[in-house]
Protein backbone atom coordinates (compact mmCIF):
# COMPACT_ATOMS: atom_id res chain seq x y z
CA UNK A 1 0.00 0.00 0.00
CA UNK A 2 1.42 3.67 -1.39
CA UNK A 3 2.41 5.47 2.01
CA UNK A 4 1.87 9.30 0.85
CA UNK A 5 2.77 10.90 4.19
CA UNK A 6 6.01 11.15 2.90
CA UNK A 7 5.66 13.31 0.50
CA UNK A 8 3.28 16.39 -0.87
CA UNK A 9 2.21 16.09 -4.53
CA UNK A 10 2.15 18.84 -6.70
CA UNK A 11 0.12 19.76 -9.01
CA UNK A 12 1.20 20.58 -12.44
CA UNK A 13 0.10 23.70 -13.94
CA UNK A 14 0.11 25.21 -17.76
CA UNK A 15 4.44 25.25 -17.55
CA UNK A 16 6.00 21.56 -18.12
CA UNK A 17 7.31 21.66 -14.52
CA UNK A 18 8.08 18.32 -12.00
CA UNK A 19 9.45 18.48 -8.21
CA UNK A 20 12.63 16.92 -7.80
CA UNK A 21 12.34 13.06 -7.53
CA UNK A 22 14.93 13.09 -4.76
CA UNK A 23 12.46 14.73 -2.40
CA UNK A 24 9.80 11.53 -3.18
CA UNK A 25 9.64 9.28 -0.62
CA UNK A 26 10.83 5.26 -1.62
CA UNK A 27 7.48 4.28 -3.53
CA UNK A 28 8.24 6.92 -5.58
CA UNK A 29 5.37 9.48 -6.02
CA UNK A 30 6.64 12.81 -7.42
CA UNK A 31 3.01 14.69 -9.10
CA UNK A 32 -0.05 14.73 -9.82
CA UNK A 33 -2.06 16.28 -12.45
CA UNK A 34 -0.55 17.97 -15.79
CA UNK A 35 -1.66 15.80 -19.41
CA UNK A 36 -0.22 12.95 -21.42
CA UNK A 37 1.24 15.62 -24.26
CA UNK A 38 4.51 14.50 -25.71
CA UNK A 39 6.33 17.64 -24.72
CA UNK A 40 5.20 16.33 -20.91
CA UNK A 41 6.28 12.63 -21.07
CA UNK A 42 9.65 13.63 -23.10
CA UNK A 43 10.24 16.12 -19.88
CA UNK A 44 9.67 13.38 -17.50
CA UNK A 45 11.58 10.68 -18.70
CA UNK A 46 14.49 13.20 -18.86
CA UNK A 47 13.84 14.14 -15.20
CA UNK A 48 13.76 10.34 -14.48
CA UNK A 49 9.76 10.18 -13.88
CA UNK A 50 7.25 7.88 -15.65
CA UNK A 51 3.25 8.06 -15.43
CA UNK A 52 1.43 5.31 -13.74
CA UNK A 53 -1.93 6.54 -14.33
CA UNK A 54 -4.01 9.00 -16.72
CA UNK A 55 -7.03 10.10 -14.80
CA UNK A 56 -5.72 11.89 -13.34
CA UNK A 57 -1.68 11.86 -14.81
CA UNK A 58 0.66 10.32 -11.68
CA UNK A 59 4.40 10.62 -12.13
CA UNK A 60 6.83 8.09 -10.84
CA UNK A 61 10.37 7.83 -9.64
CA UNK A 62 10.34 4.61 -7.15
CA UNK A 63 13.89 3.79 -4.89
CA UNK A 64 15.28 1.28 -6.09
CA UNK A 65 15.22 1.54 -9.79
CA UNK A 66 14.94 -1.48 -11.97
CA UNK A 67 17.54 -1.21 -15.01
CA UNK A 68 19.29 -4.21 -17.43
CA UNK A 69 23.15 -3.47 -17.99
CA UNK A 70 23.62 -3.33 -21.62
CA UNK A 71 26.51 -5.81 -20.80
CA UNK A 72 25.36 -8.19 -18.79
CA UNK A 73 22.11 -9.26 -20.18
CA UNK A 74 22.37 -12.97 -19.05
CA UNK A 75 20.98 -15.32 -21.93
CA UNK A 76 20.03 -18.79 -20.55
CA UNK A 77 21.20 -22.06 -22.48
CA UNK A 78 17.44 -23.05 -23.53
CA UNK A 79 16.58 -18.93 -24.41
CA UNK A 80 20.00 -19.28 -26.18
CA UNK A 81 18.98 -22.30 -28.41
CA UNK A 82 15.68 -20.53 -28.98
CA UNK A 83 17.46 -17.64 -30.48
CA UNK A 84 19.95 -19.79 -32.35
CA UNK A 85 16.72 -21.66 -34.34
CA UNK A 86 15.37 -18.28 -35.09
CA UNK A 87 11.99 -19.51 -34.07
CA UNK A 88 10.40 -16.15 -34.03
CA UNK A 89 10.91 -13.51 -36.75
CA UNK A 90 12.05 -10.45 -35.06
CA UNK A 91 10.95 -6.46 -36.29
CA UNK A 92 11.27 -3.89 -35.07
CA UNK A 93 8.71 -0.44 -35.11
CA UNK A 94 6.62 -2.41 -37.36
CA UNK A 95 3.38 -2.89 -35.17
CA UNK A 96 3.90 -0.50 -32.26
CA UNK A 97 0.04 0.20 -31.36
CA UNK A 98 -0.54 -3.56 -31.71
CA UNK A 99 1.97 -4.18 -29.55
CA UNK A 100 1.22 -2.21 -26.73
CA UNK A 101 -2.50 -3.69 -27.08
CA UNK A 102 -0.99 -6.68 -26.06
CA UNK A 103 0.74 -5.33 -23.44
CA UNK A 104 -2.82 -3.98 -22.16
CA UNK A 105 -3.96 -7.09 -22.21
CA UNK A 106 -3.99 -9.45 -18.93
CA UNK A 107 -1.66 -12.49 -18.95
CA UNK A 108 -0.21 -14.90 -16.56
CA UNK A 109 2.12 -12.85 -14.54
CA UNK A 110 1.81 -9.52 -16.43
CA UNK A 111 -1.25 -6.75 -15.41
CA UNK A 112 -1.71 -4.50 -18.30
CA UNK A 113 -4.91 -2.98 -16.81
CA UNK A 114 -2.85 0.42 -16.29
CA UNK A 115 -1.91 0.97 -20.30
CA UNK A 116 -5.38 2.46 -20.77
CA UNK A 117 -6.71 4.00 -23.87
CA UNK A 118 -5.32 7.81 -22.72
CA UNK A 119 -2.25 5.51 -22.79
CA UNK A 120 -2.07 3.89 -25.91
CA UNK A 121 -2.96 7.10 -27.35
CA UNK A 122 -0.24 8.90 -26.14
CA UNK A 123 2.57 6.91 -26.93
CA UNK A 124 1.34 6.51 -30.13
CA UNK A 125 1.81 10.11 -30.83
CA UNK A 126 5.39 9.75 -29.17
CA UNK A 127 5.83 6.45 -31.69
CA UNK A 128 4.75 9.07 -34.70
CA UNK A 129 7.00 11.49 -33.48
CA UNK A 130 10.13 9.31 -33.49
CA UNK A 131 10.42 8.45 -29.70
CA UNK A 132 8.63 5.19 -28.90
CA UNK A 133 9.87 2.60 -30.53
CA UNK A 134 8.68 -1.59 -30.93
CA UNK A 135 10.06 -4.93 -30.82
CA UNK A 136 8.05 -7.56 -32.60
CA UNK A 137 8.22 -11.18 -32.25
CA UNK A 138 6.22 -13.11 -34.88
CA UNK A 139 5.40 -16.63 -35.40
CA UNK A 140 3.67 -17.52 -38.98
CA UNK A 141 2.71 -14.13 -39.65
CA UNK A 142 1.15 -14.09 -35.99
CA UNK A 143 2.23 -11.53 -33.54
CA UNK A 144 3.09 -13.45 -30.46
CA UNK A 145 5.22 -11.16 -28.16
CA UNK A 146 6.67 -7.83 -28.44
CA UNK A 147 8.38 -4.79 -25.89
CA UNK A 148 7.86 -0.85 -26.56
CA UNK A 149 9.53 2.22 -24.59
CA UNK A 150 10.61 5.14 -25.09
CA UNK A 151 14.24 6.71 -26.22
CA UNK A 152 15.58 9.90 -25.31
CA UNK A 153 18.96 10.36 -26.10
CA UNK A 154 21.14 6.98 -24.40
CA UNK A 155 18.45 6.42 -22.27
CA UNK A 156 15.60 3.49 -23.48
CA UNK A 157 12.94 3.51 -20.83
CA UNK A 158 11.18 0.28 -21.24
CA UNK A 159 7.22 0.11 -20.65
CA UNK A 160 6.25 -3.01 -21.00
CA UNK A 161 5.87 -6.32 -22.73
CA UNK A 162 3.75 -9.15 -23.53
CA UNK A 163 4.00 -12.93 -24.57
CA UNK A 164 1.54 -15.51 -26.23
CA UNK A 165 4.22 -17.82 -27.19
CA UNK A 166 6.78 -19.42 -24.75
CA UNK A 167 9.46 -17.36 -24.87
CA UNK A 168 8.49 -14.57 -27.19
CA UNK A 169 8.86 -11.66 -24.82
CA UNK A 170 12.50 -12.98 -23.59
CA UNK A 171 13.60 -12.55 -27.67
CA UNK A 172 12.32 -9.70 -27.70
CA UNK A 173 13.80 -8.39 -25.09
CA UNK A 174 17.10 -9.64 -25.86
CA UNK A 175 16.90 -8.56 -28.94
CA UNK A 176 16.18 -4.93 -28.05
CA UNK A 177 19.22 -5.02 -25.62
CA UNK A 178 21.30 -5.95 -28.75
CA UNK A 179 19.86 -3.23 -30.43
CA UNK A 180 20.59 -0.64 -27.99
CA UNK A 181 24.16 -1.81 -27.32
CA UNK A 182 24.99 -1.32 -31.13
CA UNK A 183 23.64 2.07 -31.63
CA UNK A 184 25.43 2.96 -28.23
CA UNK A 185 22.83 3.71 -25.58
CA UNK A 186 23.99 4.49 -22.27
CA UNK A 187 20.84 3.31 -20.29
CA UNK A 188 18.29 0.43 -20.16
CA UNK A 189 15.26 1.41 -17.60
CA UNK A 190 13.02 -1.04 -17.07
CA UNK A 191 11.43 0.96 -13.61
CA UNK A 192 11.09 -2.36 -11.72
CA UNK A 193 12.98 -5.75 -11.14
CA UNK A 194 10.58 -8.32 -12.32
CA UNK A 195 10.17 -12.34 -11.76
CA UNK A 196 10.59 -11.85 -15.68
CA UNK A 197 12.98 -9.49 -16.17
CA UNK A 198 15.31 -10.75 -12.91
CA UNK A 199 16.60 -14.19 -14.88
CA UNK A 200 18.17 -11.59 -17.87
CA UNK A 201 19.78 -9.64 -15.34
CA UNK A 202 17.91 -7.02 -14.38
CA UNK A 203 19.19 -5.48 -11.05
CA UNK A 204 17.96 -2.85 -8.87
CA UNK A 205 19.85 0.25 -8.48
CA UNK A 206 19.21 3.62 -6.09
CA UNK A 207 17.34 6.40 -6.93
CA UNK A 208 19.97 8.44 -6.59
CA UNK A 209 22.57 6.13 -8.96
CA UNK A 210 19.55 5.74 -11.23
CA UNK A 211 19.29 9.81 -11.64
CA UNK A 212 23.77 10.57 -12.04
CA UNK A 213 23.52 7.62 -14.66
CA UNK A 214 20.44 9.36 -16.41
CA UNK A 215 21.63 13.09 -16.85
CA UNK A 216 25.02 11.66 -18.58
CA UNK A 217 22.60 9.34 -20.88
CA UNK A 218 19.70 11.89 -21.95
CA UNK A 219 22.90 14.28 -22.97
CA UNK A 220 24.07 11.60 -25.74
CA UNK A 221 23.21 12.09 -29.14
CA UNK A 222 21.76 8.32 -30.12
CA UNK A 223 19.51 7.21 -32.80
CA UNK A 224 17.35 4.44 -32.39
Known amino acids: MIERKTLQPARLGPAVWFPDPN ?40 DPRGIIELDQVHISESLAKVIRRRTFEITIDRAFREVMQGCAAPGPGRQGVWITAEFMEAYTRLHEQGHAHSV ?37 LCHLAGHLRERRFALFDIQMVTPATQPLGAKAVSRREYLSRLAVAVAQDCSF
Request: aromatic share 12%.
Open 23 to 62: QAGAEGLVAVGGDLSVERLLAAYRQGLFPWTANPPTWWSP
Open 136 to 172: ECWHNKELVGGIYGVAVGGLFAGESMFHRADNASKVA
